[in-house]
């Protein structure tokens, strides 16, 4: 026997889930403004900017236990609930990964003067500009994340996902770009320095993977949700 009222009921828990989702954007965006104005900011300002990813990386966590007793209070389908976890989990890497690279920048930031061989400028601009084209084409791919989260068709959740995806792809030519300028200056950079702009490179690139992985599963769990 079927119950239709019942599956309803079961089906907009699961949508309420997604929609307190959605509520990670205020988060997300501000996180990446933060990382952005980190990398040319003086040590001073950095210090300040880092005690508010500190504060938004526990915001994160905080919303994370919020839906993930929302998630396991039994309302939603068994069949999701692997899917459901893992989507939280992912949604909450944005803002861990966020937070550790903040902390990287601040490190930089406070040893920079002092680095023995001084710092390439040439390299060093470049690394900022791929930096912050990466961050501005991941808070594209965050708002597309907040539109999938809203969608009631399932049409328009693979055209959002396709567009992440052009996203994740132009995110890693920036880096490989960058990447391969960084190994021609090898010898002639200090090696905290090279370490550094390869750590920053390496975890944009991570933030924007989180967010595809996240758009992953969002296709995955509504496609159970959304008719």
Request: net charge negative; glycine share 4%.
């Amino acid at each position: 026997m079927r119950f239709p009222g019942l599956q309803r009921i079961i089906e907009t828990e699961e949508e309420g889930v997604l929609r307190s989702i959605s509520s990670y954007k205020d988060l997300w965006i501000r996180s990446i403004e933060v990382l952005r104005e980190e990398l040319t900011a003086q040590p001073d300002r950095v210090d300040s900017l880092n005690q508010e990813m500190s504060a938004l990386e526990k915001a994160g966590d905080e919303r994370t236990v919020e839906i993930k007793e929302k998630v396991d209070s039994g309302a939603i389908a068994p069949s999701l609930l692997v899917d459901m976890n893992r989507l939280v989990d992912k949604c909450d890497d944005v803002l861990d990964k966020a937070h550790y690279l903040s902390r990287e920048i601040r490190r930089y930031a406070h040893a920079r003067a002092s680095i023995n061989g001084g710092v390439t400028p040439e390299i060093e601009g470049e690394a900022v500009k791929s930096f912050e084209h990466m961050l501005a084409l991941a808070k594209e791919g965050i708002e597309l994340l907040v539109f999938m989260l809203s969608s009631k068709r399932f049409s328009e959740l693979s055209q959002y996902r396709k567009k992440i995806e052009q996203i994740e792809e132009e995110v890693d030519e920036v880096k490989d770009r960058l990447l391969d300028s960084l190994y021609r200056y090898s010898t002639s950079v200090p090696y905290i320095v090279f370490e550094h702009l390869s750590t920053v490179v390496h975890k944009i690139d991570d933030i924007v993977d989180a967010s595809e992985d996240i758009a992953d599963v969002v296709v995955t769990v509504s496609a159970s949700v959304v008719k």
